[in-house]
């Protein structure tokens, strides 16, 4: 079977885009941005998570050995790595010009206690999505905790399948999946006191191993089906797109009382992503037709982790130095967003694409297995 999943990209991208909107929301002062949608759009990040289980669960389904292993996690290494460095060295960057300019113009949070020697090292070492001693928030490139516990998903999966495929337990494999899902929320609820799942450098590797293990659920499943289920009426599939999107607008919008019933992003992520794998309605047929959510889709990892340098520097210039208030906002998102897109590209193109795994022989079936 050969896909290439071409609407889960575009979404990749499009829900990338919301969390630079979630992430500016704090900077400005206009419903555009302040509203309910964009405050709960944080939870995109789950997607992502979903996604990135199911693309690989797609691409590697024969580790069985430890150099195949091996194999995998350098792959992952090399496609992610590369780009969250050269953005933490980016941060590190701009905490010294933060001290060096500010005698000359108003400074936000000159001492941030969040972004100091150890936080960089365990942002460093990529393990910033564990509950480590001394760390009370994110710190330095906010979002890259996501990708530390994407790193922790693919040791834990990776791990698992050898041990199946070795073990000669394949055709059981969606038990096991099932057990670290279920793992996975119970040690939430457990260390949490709470359902929800919305954490990030304190239990977001499990956040990230729920998601994960969900997408592998989601892809097996369509694996299973979709020699039968991609004949039906295209319609039906229009119907599913338009309930899909629409139960995950509902509960993003209303948020504060969704994220307290836990997994209930998971089962809503697993079921679009289902569904807008086929392809076949009419919704998939409209995102298809723009160049520029192709390019959102491409550009998407690169969007999720430039955007919080970029914003900073975007609010530095026309808030601090050019004394825009906060309300500019309004429309002053679509030229930071225009700068995000075309640093995204740059660094899509010169970082990303030149730091992969050079071995690779041919392309990855999603082009861009990884995306947070």
């Not at 990030?200 to 956040?207: A, E, K, V």
């Amino acid at each position: 079977m050969k896909h290439r999943f071409e609407v889960l990209d575009i979404f990749r991208g499009m829900f990338a885009s919301l969390v630079f909107l979630f992430h500016l929301g704090p900077f400005a002062e206009t419903p555009i941005l302040n509203n309910s949608f964009v405050e709960n759009s944080d939870m995109f990040v789950d997607f992502f998570f979903v996604l990135s289980g199911f693309v690989i669960t797609y691409s590697y389904q024969s580790l069985s050995d430890g150099s195949q292993m091996k194999l995998f996690l350098a792959k992952r290494v090399y496609r992610i790595y590369p780009l969250h460095f050269v953005m933490l060295l980016a941060f590190l960057g701009m905490e010294v010009a933060k001290n060096l300019l500010s005698p000359y113009i108003q400074v936000n949070n000159l001492v941030n206690p969040a972004n100091n020697a150890y936080t960089f090292f365990t942002s460093l070492f990529l393990v910033n999505s564990t509950p480590l001693p001394n760390v009370h928030d994110v710190s330095w490139n906010i979002p890259s905790w996501s990708i530390s516990a994407e790193m922790i998903s693919y040791v834990v999966f990776g791990s698992l399948l050898v041990w199946i495929n070795s073990s000669h337990q394949f055709r059981n494999r969606n038990i096991f999946y099932a057990a670290v899902v279920l793992i996975a929320l119970a040690g939430l609820a457990t260390f949490s006191g709470s359902l929800q799942i919305n954490y990030s450098f304190n239990y977001g590797f499990l956040r990230g191993i729920l998601g994960f293990f969900t997408g592998a659920l989601c892809f097996n499943l369509f694996n299973a089906t979709h020699l039968r289920v991609r004949t039906m009426n295209a319609a039906l599939f229009s119907a599913g797109e338009l309930l899909s999107l629409g139960a995950i607008a509902y509960c993003i919008y209303h948020g504060e009382m969704m994220k307290p019933l836990g997994a209930v992003f998971e089962v809503l992520f697993f079921v679009c992503i289902y569904i807008f794998s086929f392809e076949k309605g009419i919704i998939s047929a409209a995102l298809k037709t723009s160049g520029l959510l192709h390019n959102l889709g491409k550009y998407s990892y690169s969007i999720y982790m430039t955007h919080a340098l970029l914003i900073s520097l975007f609010n530095v210039l026309f808030i601090r130095i050019l004394k825009f208030p906060p309300g500019a906002y309004s429309y002053l998102f679509i030229p930071n967003f225009i700068l995000i897109y075309y640093v995204s590209a740059w660094t899509y193109k010169h970082i990303e694409m030149r730091f992969q795994y050079k071995s690779v022989k041919r392309q990855e079936p999603l082009g861009e297995a990884v995306r947070k």
